[in-house]
């Protein structure tokens, strides 16, 4: 069963690194999502593309955060100067059809842990 | 707003008996979907359900909704200790907006 994938599994950096998130979205879908989860809290959506253009994005999802897909197959985020209070898990997900309810898919996740 | 609250917060049963965790949400919703995540690992999507479909069913696992209430709740039955992990509600909002907006979670223990 297709899966999106995602590297690495745990990055550690110092604060004010760049850290780059890959995900490999599952093949035949459009739609591409950041969501993070700090730990013991909710799960947060950060931004949504489409079309290799962001189409929406939160409050969180500020100049530090950028979101590119260089190639057909991967999708990542990048944090340019990261802050202790980025260390969180971060999930990429992907779906097919924006306006039909379609399921979102998730990633196994990336931990970014700052130090 | 604080969309999908899940209720109760940790659920402990005995392998065998059946589970029960409830989301409600606030807003008007396109559909509401179930994941579930072992410690520490990724979202596993259990099921979707449209808020035109009041129920809904996956093997052992039983999805209604009220859009009346603004409820949900997953019945896994027949549990086994497998089924441990927090399980989570996502709404989706009606209007076009792409994200899910989940709620904190009910982590369910079942105990062999």
């Known amino acids: 069963e297709p899966e999106v994938t995602q590297t690495p599994s745990h990055q550690v950096t110092q604060m004010g690194q760049e850290v780059i998130l890959r995900c490999v979205p599952i093949?035949?879908?459009?739609?591409f999502y950041w969501y993070r989860q700090i730990l013991g809290q909710k799960v947060e959506f950060l931004v949504s593309?489409?079309?290799?253009?962001?189409?929406?994005k939160s409050e969180i999802f500020d100049d530090q955060f950028s979101v590119e897909r260089p190639d057909g197959s991967n999708f990542t985020l990048k944090i340019r100067s990261t802050k202790l209070e980025d260390s969180a898990m971060y999930f990429c997900?992907?779906?097919?059809?924006?306006?039909?309810?379609?399921?979102?898919?998730f990633g196994p996740g990336t931990r970014l842990t700052v130090t | 707003s604080q969309q999908g609250e899940e209720d109760p917060q940790a659920l402990s049963i005995q392998e065998g008996e059946n589970a029960t965790m409830n989301c409600s949400y606030k807003?008007?919703?396109?559909?509401l979907q179930w994941y579930r995540q072992n410690s520490g690992r990724g979202l596993v999507h259990l099921i979707l359900?449209?808020?035109?479909?009041r129920e809904k069913h996956s093997g052992r696992l039983r999805v209604t909704l009220d859009t009346s209430k603004k409820s949900s709740s997953l019945l896994i039955t027949a549990s086994r200790a497998a089924d441990t992990a927090s399980y989570f509600c996502?709404?989706?909002?009606?209007?076009?907006?792409?994200?899910?907006?989940f709620g904190k979670g009910t982590k369910l223990t079942v105990n062999p």
């Open positions: 997900a992907s779906s097919t059809y924006r306006d039909r309810p379609y399921e979102q898919y």
């Open positions: 093949s035949n879908h459009l739609y």
């Open positions: 593309f489409y079309n290799n253009e962001i189409s929406e």
């Open positions: 807003t008007s919703i396109n559909n």
């Open positions: 359900i449209r808020s035109n479909e």
């Open positions: 996502a709404t989706r909002k009606q209007g076009g907006s792409e994200k899910l907006v």
